[in-house]
């Protein structure tokens, strides 16, 4: 007897474009799982796990006590955590899966493995395709020419952020932009004027930036629309949206530390 619980937790990501993008491992633990539970807003996809679990249970219609009862949304999510949790701890092989990746701005899958782990159980997350890699492939950007700066809009907003405006910059979910209260998927006009002016102070009003949505269905076309900084209070933006922001100057050399390296380097090569 080892006194490990009998229950597994594995969570999943199916990528961002239907089941094509899925890994082989994960769609195992899909198939192979006594319950999956998933939180995978595409209809296609839905129906697709539905075909090929064993036994499928959706999460979405927690979302709706948001619209309903105007709770925070962090609430909800708790709940949907507790909802996998309890499979769990009925001895059952649970498979949870999300849309893109199941870590990234997916805080159910970390809040069920932290409770599953906590009580003894077998946990673990499997990477997924995430709409940052269809941004990379659909802009053709390599975040290595640059670097690359990666945050959620509102967290850049309310916090002292230092941005590098010779770096690639990604926000995400600015369609939230300012919006506090947890309780409301939208923002206004206003708050994102707010973001423009905050980012003002590191580029130009002029500068163009990028408003990108991943495909995730055949029929869907990726949005790549460019739009001028100041122009940014006035776009349509939607939770799925990102905001992509190029660059606005050339790299800097760091002369004393260049310096330094070729200092090395000729003493390397005198020795």
Request: with cysteine; proline share 6%.
């Amino acid at each position: 007897m080892t006194g490990i619980p009998s229950g597994k937790l594995i969570c999943v990501g199916t990528g961002m474009r239907m089941a094509g993008q899925i890994t082989p491992l994960a769609q195992s633990y899909i198939e192979t799982a006594d319950v999956v539970l998933g939180a995978v807003p595409n209809l296609f996809t839905r129906q697709w796990l539905q075909q090929i679990a064993k036994e499928y249970v959706c999460l979405l219609g927690y979302y709706s006590e948001c619209d309903r009862d105007g709770k925070d949304r962090r609430d909800t999510y708790r709940r949907m955590s507790d909802t996998i949790v309890a499979e769990v701890r009925t001895g059952k092989t649970v498979c949870a899966a999300f849309y893109g990746h199941p870590g990234i701005f997916a805080c159910i899958s970390h809040l069920a493995i932290k409770a599953a782990r906590a009580e003894g159980f077998s946990a673990e997350m499997l990477p997924g395709i995430s709409a940052e890699d269809c941004l990379v492939a659909d802009l053709g950007i390599d975040p290595g020419t640059t670097g690359m700066q990666s945050m959620e809009t509102t967290q850049f907003m309310v916090y002292a952020r230092k941005i590098d405006p010779t770096a690639l910059l990604i926000l995400w979910q600015p369609g939230l932009a300012g919006e506090l209260s947890l309780k409301r998927f939208e923002t206004t006009p206003d708050k994102l004027q707010v973001l423009v002016d905050k980012l003002a102070r590191d580029y130009p009003l002029d500068h163009p930036v990028i408003l990108y949505e991943a495909a995730t269905n055949p029929l869907e076309k990726t949005r790549m629309d460019t739009v001028l900084l100041r122009d940014m209070p006035y776009a349509a933006l939607r939770q799925a949206t990102t905001l992509v922001i190029p660059a606005a100057h050339p790299l800097k050399l760091d002369e004393a530390v260049m310096n330094r390296l070729r200092a090395l380097d000729a003493a390397a090569l005198a020795d």
